[in-house]
Each structure stands twice: as structure tokens, then as C-alpha cells.
């Protein structure tokens, strides 16, 4: 161990002068991805009513292979808006509505797995807390269930943010926190445009996802799938995708020196 | 009621989007601003008496090996310009042996021994260090750390400007292999120091004294009494009591310390949970003396300000997470009534906890450690940890801030009232 510790600090020792480095700012390639994140973000802007459109004829195809029973929507642009606030494009309604009984008997098994995961020494707490965070939306979607039988609201948020507020604020942080950095421009763009059409297909097979659970299981699962992984997996994407860019970035700097 | 909530859950976002800028400020200062070398230019050329101060406390497996560390330094040993204060706090191990066994070898190196001490606490430790402490700088040491030869030199050059109280360095865990925890403790030690610390620096806000790899003018330590015997976060607290009184703490980059960091989740929280708890009395001691300065410029109370509140944050974190559970409860749609407050929570989720991250995948990237940076969504768990453990420690702090510290104070003025002038702690 010991042998070992003075090792690393020996290695660490060499590279001291990191303490006061700094990465080169890319002013250029930070002029061009503003550019592209104003374009896109005005192209979005323009383009909100075909881009639900075509989700919702998307959502409609997977909704028919899973055999969903469903009516499509698809109003003008004219009444698009007005439309768009009230219900979403594609509406499902559940075949099973969960009895009172089945609910509080899913809260209390809850509450006691809840309480032996708290209560096993051999987890680790940042798993217990893990465990907690998936099963306290089970939770709170089964007292939703009795405080609002049948009642989807969320999917209307869903719907109308989905994929579209997340894709100005990848823009805004592949901008902020990618661009600036010394590398090359490919890796940069590459990684923008694979974060974007993940967000789109992640957000497609979310609203398919959940549309089907609510036809097959009920309200309690669809909002479930809807509440857990809303704005906290487009957070986990985006830091893969953060993640993976930065590597690039950091080796190819290492290979320019 | 309802409209109660909503302006809540718009308070909490404004303040954590007020904290997300904050950390993208510091982010792009460290990151792309010229890194200018200010004091580490001449270390080396100001070298002032220094006292070392060790405190130790059943430390058998790692005293030798710090000391060791210390005896190898590269500083003027002679003159009596350099000494080591190594301090056996009450220990029932083997401590008490090495300390004395370097004393005898070593000239400079002094062993104090405490037992059957009434306050066992480090800041204890450390005053009674200081009694014996007669150099010009006085820095401190813990046992598990590893000072490489130039450390000292770095740390005491910032000294040459009169109005530096204390400086900091950077640590470094040696241990980062050993588990996925002290991996992800790498991290975040990465972004803390490398970004945060020196962005706080450069920027002329607050950087803070960390307890260790650090310390003081002993001049600045006597006029303060030492350190508060019954603090949690004596380190926080001194940072601050710095700052009020004029002064400031610079952060020394290049002055690595090399540390072995907690391996197991439980230990990590409670850690956490007691720098929580005194980082908050530090908040309640010093908010509004930071706010009303007449030292601090409006940046460095701003900034100081939100240093505060660093550990008050997981309760804002979790509020926000329970207000959000109560509108989704009993006033659907909310959020379609709200579309600015979710296109904000949105933000946070995304960008807001992005900030953070952006700070340690900078600092990967410029400390060349690629391949750490693809371990950053493994900090995400940790991050919810300590969410829960940063809220119970607020609360904790809460209470212990209205009972035992109240009747304390209470005790203290009465005391004062009846023997003015006296001794009242």
C-alpha cells in the first residue's frame, strides 16, 4: 500500500504545473455553435406544430403495432394551438381501472419494501436512496389514483413540452459547455445533432410507452412511467452525452500536445 | 394556498438557478480566463518561520507516514525557522509512541499530548497545538494527508502580502482506485479544488479555509482566541471571521496535498451530515454580519453569501421536490398552468445539475484524466445522497441553533452581566 501511495504521488508531482493550465477558448467554433443554436432554436420555434404532427403520426404507428386502440388528432395549424392545450394529438382511454382495495394494497406493500430496503445493513445507503426514488413516485401515483380516478393530466404537459423544451436547453449547454472547448469541430457537432435525435426518439417511445401502459394497465402505470422518467432521464442522456463529448475532446488535446 | 405553492416552487427555482449560474460563472473563469501566477511565482524566495501543526487521534496506522512527509520537506530547517507540532488528542492506540519517537529524533518536531481532556473535539486539539506554536505562519496537517516537499513553500508564499490571514491548498486522493466511492470523492475533489476553489480565488470572492492543508498568521489566530472549541466547521468559521475582520484567504492551485478519502457510503454521510450541521451554524453565525460588512465589496458578500447557504441547499433541493409531489397531487394541471415554472424546473433539472458536472468534466479535462470523465453520471446517486443527508443535517442545525446554542448564549450573557470583563465561554 505504502509502496503504491508514493508512486501516485510521485506521478502526481510531475504534472503540478495543471494547477494553474486552463483549456484554450474556441472562439470560432463558439461564434458557430451560437449560430446553430439560434437557427435551430428559430427552426423549432417554426416548426412546432409539424414536428408534433409527425410525432403524433409516429406515436400512432407504434401505437397500432402494440395494438392500442386509439383516435388520432391532427388539426389544422389553425386550431393547432387550441387543440394542442386541451387534449393530446392521440387519445387512449385505459381498460383497467384499478378498485380502491387493489390501491391501498399496493400502497401498504409499497410502504413496507420501502421500509426493509431502509432496514437492510448489507445496502449501501446511495443504493437505498436509489430504490427510495423509484418507489416514492409509486407512491405518489397511487394516492393520485384515488384523489383523481382516470384523470392522465401530466400527458397534456407531456405532450406539448416533450422533446421540444429539452432540445433548446441541450443547445444551450453543448453551447455553453461543449463549444468553448479546444477540439475538434466534427466531435462537437456530431455529438449536438446525436444528443438531439436521441431527445427525439427518447421522447417518441416515452409518449408510446406510456399511452400503452395506459391502455393495458391502467392510470397508476402510466403515470408512473410518465412521472419517474420525465425531466430526471433527459438530465441522465444528456450527461452521457456530455460525458462521451468531453472524452473525445480531452484525447484529441492530449494528442495536439 | 394554492397560489402560496406556486410562488414557493418560483422562489426555490430562482434560488437554485441563482446557485446553476453561479457555478457556470465559475466554470468558464477556471476553464477559458488566463490562470495568473500571482504568489506561486516567488515561492520558494518568501519563506517565513512556520509552525506545523498535526492533530492526531488514534492515527497509528498513518502518524509516521505524515511525519515522515514533514521531516523530507524542502524548507529551512535551520535557525528554528521550521518546526512540527504533532499532537497526541487523547489517543488509547500507539499514537502517543510515534509522536514521542519523532520528537526525540527531530529537534524541530515537538509532541504535546492531551488526556482526559474535558472538550474532545479537533478545534480543541488544534488550540492546544497552538499554545505551543511561536512561528509567523501557523499551518495545519492532518494525519491521513501527504504533503509532497514543495508543499510549505507554496503554501507560505501568499503570506507575503500583509492582508493574507490564511491560505488554502489543493487536495488531492490517492486512493481514487480503491472503490467507485472514493472514485466519484475524486471527482468531486476535482471540480471542487481545481474549478471552484481557484475560480473563487481568481474572481476575488471567497475562497475557504478547509481545516487542512492550510492555516493562519499566528498574529491573526491570537487575535482571534483561536479556534471555537465547540465547532463543527472551526475551518468555515475562521474563513469567515477572516473575511469580516478585512482580510482574506488566498488559494494556492499548485500547493497539492495528497489525502487517502473515505471508502464506504456510511462514513461519507457521516462526514457529510457534520460538515452540514456546522456549515449551517456558520450560515446563522455569519449571514448577516456578511450582508452588512463594511469590508466586503457587493460581489464578495454576494458570493459569500451563497458559500453560506451551500449546506441549506438540499433542503431548498428537497422542499422543491415535496411542493412539486404537493401541486402534482392536489392542483393538476398545475404545471399547464405554470408553463414558465416547469420550462424553469426543466432548466434546473437539466442544465441546473448540469453546472455542477460542468465544473468536474472541465477540471478532468484540464488535469488530463480522460478517462475519469466518462464516470460522471456515476456521481448522480451520490448527488441524491447527499441531498437527503444535506437536509437532515439542515434540521439538525436548525435545533441545535434555537436549544443548546440559545441557552448557551443565554448562559454566556448572564455570566458576562454578573462578572463583566470576565471569562464567559
Not at chain 1, 430496503?117 to 418507489?135: C, D, Q, Y
Not at chain 1, 402510466?222 to 473525445?248: G, N, Q, T
Not at chain 2, 422562489?11 to 501566477?37: C, G, M, N, S
Request: proline share 5%; hydrophobic share 45%; net charge positive.
Amino acid at each position: 500500500m505504502r509502496a503504491y501511495v508514493v508512486i501516485q504521488v510521485e506521478a502526481k508531482r510531475i504534472s503540478l504545473e495543471r494547477g494553474s493550465w486552463n483549456l484554450k477558448l474556441e472562439r470560432v467554433h463558439l461564434i458557430l455553435g451560437t449560430v446553430i443554436t439560434v437557427v435551430v432554436f428559430l427552426l423549432l420555434i417554426a416548426s412546432v406544430q409539424q414536428y408534433w404532427i409527425y410525432q403524433a403520426n409516429l406515436v400512432s404507428d407504434i401505437l397500432r403495432f402494440a395494438k392500442v386502440p386509439h383516435s388520432l388528432f391532427l388539426l389544422g395549424p389553425s386550431r393547432g394551438t387550441e387543440f394542442l392545450n386541451a387534449v393530446p394529438p392521440v387519445f387512449v382511454i385505459t381498460k383497467m381501472v384499478l378498485p380502491r382495495n387493489v390501491i391501498f394494497a399496493l400502497i401498504g406493500i409499497t410502504l413496507v419494501t420501502i421500509l426493509v430496503v431502509a432496514g437492510l445493513p448489507r445496502l449501501s445507503p446511495p443504493v437505498k436512496i436509489v430504490i427510495g426514488f423509484i418507489l416514492t413516485p409509486a407512491i405518489v401515483n397511487l394516492i393520485y389514483e384515488i384523489l383523481h380516478p382516470g384523470q392522465p393530466w401530466p400527458l397534456d404537459v407531456d405532450w406539448l413540452t416533450s422533446g421540444i423544451v429539452i432540445m433548446p436547453l441541450i443547445l444551450i449547454v453543448f453551447n455553453a459547455a461543449i463549444f468553448p472547448v479546444q477540439g475538434p469541430l466534427v466531435v462537437k457537432v456530431t455529438g449536438l445533432a446525436g444528443c438531439l435525435l436521441f431527445s427525439f426518439v427518447w421522447s417518441t417511445l416515452r409518449l408510446s410507452l406510456a399511452l400503452s401502459s395506459l391502455f393495458y394497465w391502467g392510470t397508476f402505470t402510466f403515470m408512473f412511467l410518465e412521472y419517474l422518467p420525465c425531466a430526471f432521464v433527459d438530465f441522465i442522456y444528456m450527461l452521457f452525452f456530455y460525458s462521451m463529448v468531453m472524452h473525445r475532446l480531452a484525447i484529441s488535446q492530449q494528442r495536439a500536445e | 394556498m394554492s397560489l402560496l405553492v406556486d410562488i414557493a416552487i418560483l422562489v426555490i427555482v430562482a434560488i437554485i438557478f441563482a446557485y446553476t449560474l453561479r457555478h457556470y460563472r465559475f466554470y468558464w473563469d477556471r476553464a477559458f480566463a488566463k490562470q495568473e501566477d500571482g504568489s506561486e511565482s516567488f515561492a520558494g524566495a518568501y519563506l517565513p518561520s512556520v509552525s506545523i501543526v498535526c492533530p492526531m487521534k488514534n492515527e497509528e496506522r498513518v502518524a509516521s507516514r505524515l511525519l515522515d512527509c514533514l521531516v523530507r520537506m524542502d524548507y529551512p530547517k535551520d535557525n528554528g525557522r521550521y518546526e512540527v507540532i504533532a499532537i497526541d488528542d487523547n489517543s488509547t492506540d500507539s499514537t502517543s509512541e510515534i509522536v514521542d519517537r519523532y520528537a526525540t529524533q527531530y529537534t524541530f518536531i515537538k509532541a504535546v499530548h492531551r488526556s482526559n481532556s474535558k472538550i474532545l473535539s479537533k478545534p480543541a486539539a488544534l488550540n492546544a497545538g497552538l499554545t505551543f506554536a511561536h512561528k509567523e505562519i501557523v499551518l495545519f496537517f492532518d494525519a491521513d494527508y501527504m504533503p509532497p516537499r514543495d508543499c510549505v513553500k507554496r503554501l507560505v508564499a501568499p503570506f507575503a502580502d500583509p492582508l493574507v490571514a490564511g491560505v488554502m491548498g489543493r487536495v488531492v486522493p490517492v486512493n481514487a482506485p480503491d472503490t467507485i466511492l472514493t472514485r466519484i470523492l475524486d471527482l468531486e475533489r476535482t471540480g471542487g479544488y481545481q474549478v471552484d476553489q481557484q475560480a473563487r480565488h481568481r474572481l476575488g470572492l471567497i475562497p475557504q479555509f478547509g481545516g487542512t492543508v492550510g492555516g493562519f498568521r499566528r498574529t491573526f489566530l491570537a487575535s482571534q482566541n483561536g479556534f471555537d472549541a465547540y465547532h463543527l466547521a472551526e475551518d468555515t468559521d475562521m474563513t469567515y471571521k477572516a473575511y469580516l475582520s478585512g482580510r482574506k484567504i488566498c488559494y494556492v492551485n499548485t500547493a497539492e496535498c495528497y489525502e487517502e478519502v473515505v471508502s464506504q457510503p456510511r462514513p461519507r454521510g457521516v462526514q457529510v451530515r457534520r460538515w452540514g450541521i456546522g456549515h449551517n451554524l456558520c450560515m446563522f453565525d455569519h449571514a448577516f454580519k456578511t450582508i452588512g460588512s463594511r469590508f466586503l465589496p457587493f460581489w464578495r458578500k454576494f458570493d459569500g453569501t451563497m458559500l453560506l447557504g451551500v449546506y441549506f441547499m438540499p433542503f431548498i433541493q428537497m422542499a422543491g421536490w415535496i411542493l412539486g409531489i404537493y401541486s402534482y397531487l392536489f392542483q393538476p394541471p398545475f404545471y399547464r398552468d405554470l408553463l414558465i415554472a416547469l420550462f424553469l424546473t426543466l432548466s434546473y433539472n437539466v442544465v441546473g445539475n448540469l453546472a455542477l458536472f460542468t465544473e468536474v468534466g472541465a477540471s478532468c479535462c484540464m488535469d488530463r484524466r480522460n478517462r475519469s470523465i466518462w464516470l460522471l453520471p456515476l456521481m448522480l446517486p451520490i448527488t441524491l445522497y447527499y441531498v437527503l443527508i444535506g437536509t437532515r443535517a439542515f434540521i439538525d442545525s436548525l435545533i441545535l441553533h434555537l436549544t443548546v446554542r440559545k441557552r448557551e448564549r443565554r448562559k454566556a450573557e448572564e455570566a458576562h452581566e454578573k462578572h463583566p470583563g470576565g471569562e464567559t465561554k
